[in-house]
């Protein structure tokens, strides 16, 4: 495996980073999950992202029951904080009150005494800016957090921020985690130049776009049995690519990747890495094998030919506008 300095910290993180959105506690049972956590500390991983979000809090606790009795030191694990996770008013949003009491929450779910990196998971605009990076520093002086960052927030988003810690003498947050694929690269225009200028790193999510990219949808045909546009808790967040003009373009890709010895999936989590400032790819799985195999694209380099030949394919159906950033919630 290999590994990545996160922004200007002195943390290293693995190039492929396990996540369990949509699968932990929901699409995947937990012996599965368990099995897929082993899997991916055989083949080298040893960042695990979560949030407390998925699956109203379960995935956080399959998670940590699956690396229960891992040597503590050789893991980074990440979760989240902003999503609502309760019907109360401060069930939500990145005000003191919530940020305490979701990271205690995370810790006593993961079983663990510390999180290694904890995410502001959306921008909260009903909050003092001030008043969220305040909770999130007192966290690190605690000795609960140990780097922080933020995931889904706009360049002039994360710049403000930045500015702020640095006016009020806080921690600054050393990691950005967008969704980013050949597909989705809204990062690269505004995101990505503030993070390198800044000494944030990207940990970029849906690597393979909710799956299209691996060519298992088909233009005109209905989504595969078992696939995530067939699942009802996934189906929302794949049906923007479920497009005939994108898939089709996505088949075009299939001798590329044969001619770099890839599958398609790891060809698009191989791309991202190419990006420098991406430290590395979120990549789920449902079972063991898929997370084997994504291990792959870790140690897979594209040449330039390559890179721009996927470009012309790809090129007019590539969302690249800045303000399609998810930062509210």
Same mark, same amino acid.
Do not use: F, K, M, Y
């Given at each position: 495996m290999e590994f990545s300095r996160l922004g200007n910290s002195g943390l290293k993180v693995s190039r492929i980073a396990y996540g369990n959105w949509l699968t932990h506690g929901s699409q995947i049972d937990e012996d599965t999950a368990a099995e897929c956590v082993a899997a991916a500390l055989d083949v080298g991983i040893t960042t695990f992202d979560t949030a407390d979000v998925y699956a109203g809090t379960r995935a956080e606790e399959v998670l940590g029951r699956a690396l229960k009795g891992h040597r503590r030191e050789s893991l980074e694990i990440s979760t989240k %904080?902003?999503? =609502? %996770? /309760? @019907? /109360?008013p401060n069930d939500r949003g990145l005000s003191r009150k919530h940020i305490m009491e979701s990271a205690h929450g995370s810790l006593r779910r993961l079983g663990t005494d510390y999180l290694d990196i904890y995410y502001a998971h959306r921008f909260d605009r009903d909050t003092p800016l001030a008043e969220t990076l305040r909770a999130f520093d007192d966290l690190i002086r605690q000795g609960k957090v140990l780097y922080i960052g933020v995931s889904e927030w706009t360049a002039d988003e994360i710049r403000q921020a930045l500015r702020l810690a640095d006016e009020l003498g806080l921690e600054r947050f050393v990691a950005s985690q967008p969704q980013y694929s050949m597909l989705w690269r %809204?990062? *690269? *225009?505004e995101v990505v130049p503030l993070c390198e200028q800044e000494g944030l790193s990207q940990m970029v999510w @849906? =690597? %393979?776009a909710q799956g299209v990219l691996s060519g298992k949808y088909l233009p005109g045909r209905p989504a595969p049995a078992g696939s995530r546009a067939a699942d009802a808790n996934g189906a929302q967040w794949v049906a923007g690519f479920l497009r005939d003009d994108v898939l089709e373009r996505v088949q075009r890709l299939a001798p590329l990747a044969? *001619?770099? /010895?890839l599958t398609r999936a790891q060809l698009a989590i191989a791309w991202t890495l190419q990006n420098p400032n991406v430290a590395a790819a979120v990549v789920g799985a449902s079972r063991p094998q898929q997370v084997r195999n994504n291990v792959v694209a870790a140690e897979a380099?594209?040449?330039a030919d390559l890179m721009k030949q996927i470009d012309e394919i790809l090129d007019p159906v590539v969302e690249r506008d800045p303000k399609k950033t998810d930062s509210a919630w």
């Open positions: %904080v902003c999503l =609502p %996770v /309760g @019907s /109360g %809204v990062i *690269e *225009e @849906s =690597p %393979v044969r *001619e770099a /010895g380099t594209l040449d």
